[in-house]
């Protein structure tokens, strides 16, 4: 119900399943949330809900963290409004700059909400610079020896190297109980550019050792930020989409307009399990789930450790005789379809069949591709347009990315920018002519430039690539509408792009270009700490010269997350094709119930050297147990109900689990090999 007037009460409960937050209303200071409990135990302590860092107006005390800003000290409640349907949202002003604050709190799961602010002028212009998309405070200060941080890092070939310890490592022991004072410095972690995850993570997590634990994540396909901090008695947590200082942000409001900042969500669980279990429920409620999204089908692709962007006729046949024989659901021809040059790159942006390299032509291939019961896919890069490409000039200057005055180009391709009409026609024109000609069913949306801070044209460097950005996103949904029974997947040279703006639309995420099997189960094992299980595209790529050991390791690659498959299947031993087809089947039996998995790591987050990594699924039906070996092998531990763990696809006879009276031991081979086993779940 709405609340447009005040009375002698300031308190606002308000719980939603296992979260019960408590908001301080008071008419003379910033609404705080006083504190949040999950299951009655507490979380969060008492802080102000947002910080608004505009020009003529930053901190209100001098230090680095995104809070404590002067526009937000000034704020103060004007209305909340509760629709009945787990949305809270709370609306301040600042008298002193006339800017109105509205921070939405969502409800996704039993224990997660999705937080946003939207600024907007009201009495003069204002030019944003930060808006704070998640600030709250913790139960507990960072000198308690309660709390380890969990965040991760990226690059190409190494999508996943998350790293857990102390939160001390990172915050030092400062006795701030002696100045009575919030620390000055921060613990942060920023990502610039286009490539939302090419060096860094936007999840993080915070695990309390002795209590609730809380993981977040930022939704956006542009910069951002998040950051820790020491308050006296609590650690300070911010969340942003991109800001002037690191991303060259600012948007100028004039009277009646406004900005909303990126979204962020926070996650409540016990234990880092809980956590990422709770994250997990967010990721799947904000998913655009469509009727052909809930089939999960098994594809192939043709790129991965085989045609690597080369593809023809005589090429192909096997391939698709081979991935229709394993299983496979759907096709995808690779990059190279549309252009007869061997280096491709260059020819990007008139998406047409390549005049020569289809014998009979592309429709009589992809028909060839349904008549082995698959449904055909081709790759796009979208955004891309190469300066040697017909296309170029067919676009203003204005439909693509500039700085300064002049047009960006990078790796000798322009950007387009999804803002203009024209660059938005270029694409709905591609997507649309492509479905109609070719009945294209699976589009793998790539993205290999990196273009940096954005595009000035019409403002900020920052705000132009999250305006562009969000275009993006949004003919991803009207594409998506259009076309219903077409799979839209995301790719970014691999997984420079796993965000969860695009992958709230987008299908399925690839999760890496690694092309070492070996080297990539860590990175199908740590997955699920960016992705939802069903989401997460992981490569399987058999291959006639790899060790039983080696195709095994690919096999439980994919099946730890959505199987993506690869390689010359064709060329495979008898037995290799027959271990390849037991593995599909197993993945075909499993699929669904990933798509209700939650996610947890029985021996720990795995580390990018890690001789064994485990990864453990909980299903509403029974459990699933991960386990690659790289090492020499050992024996492992099965703690609780693992201890049930019986064989699932499991070849070779040096597997093996054993029981005696201290409990039940995994007998692990030499490496590299893989295994996977069921348990009950309770």
């Not at 909400?113 to 030019?127: C, F, G, P, R, Y």
């Not at 005589?314 to 690779?334: N, V």
Request: proline share 5%.
């Amino acid at each position: 119900m709405p609340s447009d007037t005040m009375d002698t009460t300031t308190a606002l409960e308000w719980t939603v399943g296992d979260l019960a937050f408590s908001f301080d209303l008071a008419p003379d200071a910033p609404v705080e949330l006083v504190s949040a409990a999950y299951r009655g135990a507490p979380v969060l302590s008492r802080g102000t809900i947002v910080d608004v860092f505009v020009a003529g107006a930053l901190h209100a005390r001098a230090q680095l963290s995104y809070d404590r800003s002067m526009v937000g000290a000034g704020l103060r409640y004007v209305s909340h409004e509760e629709d009945g349907e787990g949305l809270l949202s709370i609306v301040q002003l600042d008298a002193a700059t006339g800017a109105k604050v509205t921070t939405a709190f969502r409800r996704t799961s039993s224990a997660s909400v999705s937080v946003s602010s939207t600024v907007e002028a009201t009495a003069e212009t204002l030019t944003v610079l930060a808006v704070t998309s998640l600030s709250v405070a913790t139960a507990h200060a960072a000198g308690s020896g309660r709390y380890e941080l969990l965040r991760g890092s990226s690059e190409w070939l190494g999508e996943g190297d998350w790293v857990q310890t102390p939160l001390s490592e990172v915050l030092r022991p400062l006795r701030l109980d002696l100045t009575g004072q919030a620390g000055r410095g921060r613990y942060r972690h920023l990502s610039t550019g286009a490539w939302s995850t090419g060096t860094v993570l936007p999840t993080g997590a915070l695990i309390d050792t002795d209590g609730p634990s809380i993981a977040w994540q930022i939704e956006v396909t542009a910069g951002w930020l998040w950051e820790v901090s020491q308050l006296p008695d609590a650690v300070s947590l911010t969340a942003l989409g991109p800001t002037d200082e690191e991303h060259q942000f600012a948007v100028t409001l004039e009277p009646g307009e406004s900005f909303t900042s990126a979204p962020a969500a926070l996650a409540v669980g016990d234990g880092l399990a809980g956590a990422i279990a709770a994250l997990t429920a967010h990721r799947r409620a904000i998913f655009a789930r469509r009727p052909i999204d809930a089939t999960l089908p098994l594809v192939y692709n043709d790129y991965m450790n085989t045609l690597n962007g080369q593809p023809s006729t005589e090429k192909l046949r096997p391939l698709i005789a081979g991935a229709a024989a394993a299983g496979a659901e759907y096709f995808c021809i690779d990059a190279g379809w549309f252009t007869d040059v061997v280096d491709y790159w260059g020819n990007i942006g008139v998406w047409e069949e390549a005049p020569t390299r289809f014998t009979g032509g592309l429709a009589a291939l992809l028909d060839e591709v349904r008549h082995h019961g698959m449904v055909p896919g081709l790759w796009l890069e979208p955004e891309i347009i190469a300066l040697d490409s017909p296309a170029i000039d067919r676009l203003p200057d204005e439909a693509f990315f500039q700085r300064f005055g002049k047009v960006t180009v990078e790796h000798h391709r322009r950007h387009l920018d999804l803002r203009h009409p024209a660059a938005r026609h270029h694409l709905d024109e591609t997507v649309d002519r492509l479905v109609a000609e070719f009945g294209v069913g699976f589009f793998k949306l790539d993205y290999n430039i990196e273009p940096g801070a954005g595009t000035d044209r019409t403002g900020s460097a920052g705000e132009g690539l999250l305006g562009h950005a969000r275009a993006f996103g949004q003919w991803l949904r009207d594409a998506q509408e259009r076309h219903p029974d077409v799979l839209f997947e995301n790719c970014a040279s691999g997984a420079m792009r796993m965000d969860y703006h695009l992958l709230s639309i987008a299908h399925l995420q690839s999760t890496s270009d690694q092309m070492d099997a070996a080297r990539y189960a860590t990175i199908a094992a740590v997955a699920p700490l960016s992705i939802a299980p069903e989401q997460a595209g992981n490569w399987a790529y058999p291959a006639a010269e790899m060790s039983d050991g080696e195709l095994r390791t690919t096999m439980v690659n994919g099946l730890a997350g959505r199987l993506y498959l690869s390689g010359f299947l064709d060329r495979l031993s008898p037995a290799q094709r027959e271990s390849v087809h037991r593995f599909t089947a197993a993945h075909k039996d499993i699929r669904h119930e990933l798509a209700q998995a939650t996610p947890f790591w029985p021996h720990g987050v795995p580390g990018w050297d890690d001789d064994i990594l485990t990864l453990a699924y909980r299903t509403p039906t029974r459990g699933l147990l991960f386990v690659w070996t790289r090492g020499l092998g050992g024996e492992l531990a099965l703690p609780g109900d693992l201890a049930s763990a019986t064989p699932l696809v499991v070849d070779g006879p040096a597997w093996g689990v054993s029981h005696d009276d201290d409990g039940t031991v995994l007998r692990v081979p030499g490496g590299p090999d893989a295994a996977v086993f069921e348990f009950s779940a309770s």
